[in-house]
């Protein structure tokens, strides 16, 4: 028995070395990296030397560099390992037929950095990143589940994506070397995505607010901008403060043939989140600055629909939107045409979840308090001018109602119909 287990441990150590070592050579060979060295053609099983690869490709270290730890972790795998890893990884691209091709590499040195010490992993990626080498997969830049990359653009986004989950002190440190050195829209959207990562305390907030305000400055981006420029808006809805909501409200509006497309949707979409998170900022904005959007009057009504009439502040600011004299025919006409305002936009977003909404019988629940809103409006003289669209309004709130109460009788639970108080306001208006 004993000597079974011998060989059995002995065979899986076997197997486990085999595993490493083929993780580390280079398929298909022969693709110089960008010094002009390479592996070696004439064999084409030919295993890439770290050593050679760290006189070519990466930058001396000082001593006490953590990726110069002789500790190795329990994977066995060192940062030589890794470094030689992502050399070959970046040849499999260069030569790679076809994006399945690129995809099986990139899968593989992301399976040998997920075994290998967090610590080593990372001080490897580092010290590649600072080699500058670097090659276009093929791919798209795509926010997958939980903010990591699902598919990224080059070998560098890839890595600085794996650098955010694997360290949390050299994810964000290496973040300033992106903002300094980088002309990526990939890069900076990482590197403000792994400030975002460790800014539980705070201590990054201002430096993500800078960087933030500097990313959205460059015309050039803002001129062509790429998709990975519009998935770091959500670095905004993160941030949430007047500071973000000015310059997204600045960018609306101004979009022609000579400016990049997506920008106006990308910045109404954070305007629309930020407003969901932060209701008392949003309304406070559109009951004191006219000025607010006027650049874009029907994306300024989108987000007056957001309006909950039974906060009173809402209301408010909604009475004294509705009133304005500049107000057009046609704004009027898109508020009310989506009025109550209530649909939301899901997906993975690089770092933010999702905004606070109502459930089912919340929503059963204000649908007929605003009925009771608008029936008092269509009762008050000073908004006659508006009887046609609070008569469609109101018919539309009717039959939501009439649902809501057969589904009652059906056996469902509805919430009962909030009757006016004596001073004619609805009950629950009062809240903030």
Do not use: C
């Amino acid at each position: 028995m004993k000597v079974f287990l011998l060989r059995t441990l002995l065979l899986l150590s076997l197997v486990a070395a085999l595993v490493i070592l083929i993780g580390i050579r280079v398929s298909p060979p022969g693709d110089a990296d960008e010094s002009g060295s390479g592996p070696d053609e004439s064999n084409p099983g030919a295993v890439v030397s770290a050593e050679t690869l760290r006189k070519a490709d990466v930058p001396s270290v000082p001593a006490d560099h953590p990726s110069e730890n002789p500790n190795r972790s329990e994977s066995g795998i060192t940062t030589d390992d890794l470094l030689a890893a992502m050399a070959g990884t970046k040849a499999a691209i260069e030569m790679a037929n076809d994006s399945a091709s690129s995809e099986r590499a990139l899968d593989s040195l992301r399976r040998q950095l997920a075994v290998a010490n967090p610590a080593t992993a990372a001080a490897a990626v580092v010290r590649y990143l600072d080699s500058g080498g670097d090659v276009e997969t093929g791919f798209p830049f795509r926010v997958g589940e939980g903010g990591s990359l699902s598919l990224a653009p080059t070998l560098r986004s890839f890595l600085l994506d794996q650098l955010g989950s694997l360290d949390p002190v050299q994810g964000p440190a290496y973040s300033s070397r992106i903002f300094a050195d980088s002309d990526s829209t990939a890069e900076w959207a990482l590197a403000m995505r792994n400030l975002a990562w460790t800014n539980s305390d705070g201590s990054f907030t201002g430096e993500l607010r800078f960087r933030f305000g500097q990313m959205l400055g460059k015309n050039e981006w803002i001129e062509d901008p790429n998709v990975a420029l519009l998935e770091a808006f959500d670095l905004g809805v993160y941030l949430g403060g007047r500071e973000e909501w000015d310059l997204l409200t600045s960018l609306v509006g101004f979009e022609t043939e000579s400016r990049g497309t997506g920008i106006d949707k990308a910045a109404m979409m954070a305007i629309d989140r930020i407003l969901l998170n932060d209701r008392e900022l949003a309304f406070q904005e559109l009951e004191s600055n006219p000025s607010l959007l006027a650049q874009a009057p029907e994306q300024r009504a989108s987000l007056a629909a957001r309006a909950d009439v039974t906060r009173a502040a809402e209301r408010r600011a909604i009475e004294s939107y509705l009133l304005r004299p500049d107000l057009s025919d046609a704004e009027r006409k898109a508020f009310f045409e989506l009025f109550p305002h209530r649909s939301y936009t899901d997906g993975y977003r690089l770092a933010t979840t999702g905004e606070p909404r109502m459930g089912l019988p919340d929503v059963s629940a204000n649908d007929l308090a605003t009925l009771e809103v608008v029936k008092e409006w269509q009762r008050n003289p000073a908004f006659d001018s508006l009887s046609p669209h609070l008569a469609e309004l109101d018919s539309r709130l009717e039959s939501w109602a009439r649902e809501i109460r057969a589904d009652s009788l059906r056996g469902g639970s509805a919430p009962d119909l909030p009757a006016p108080s004596a001073d004619g306001s609805t009950p629950g208006s009062e809240g903030n």
